[in-house]
């Protein structure tokens, strides 16, 4: 199921040009999505295609996140609503 998300969220998101405006994802944003949705680490690097220790750091503020991952969390956050 979450293969099938993913996919849908995939396609969605190459359709989409990079827009003024886009969310700053911070790593509390980040975080807050992930727990907002209960969503395990596993399930959410799995979700976003990143290993679960690329979420920790995301989540840590170790790493930040790209253009395209900024835009894979947008249509997450826009689907799970």
Do not use: C
Not at 38 to 57: C, D, M, P
Request: charged content about 30%; overall charge positive; hydrophobic content about 40%.
């Amino acid at each position: 199921m979450l293969q099938v998300v993913l996919q849908k969220i995939i396609d969605k998101v190459n359709k989409v040009q990079h827009k003024k405006g886009m969310k700053d994802w911070n790593p509390k944003a980040i975080k807050k999505l992930r727990k907002g949705h209960n969503l395990t680490l596993k399930s959410f690097a799995e979700l976003i295609g990143v290993s679960q220790r690329y979420v920790i750091y995301l989540e840590n503020g170790m790493r930040k996140p790209s253009k395209i991952l900024k835009n894979l969390l947008n249509r997450i956050e826009q689907e799970l609503k």
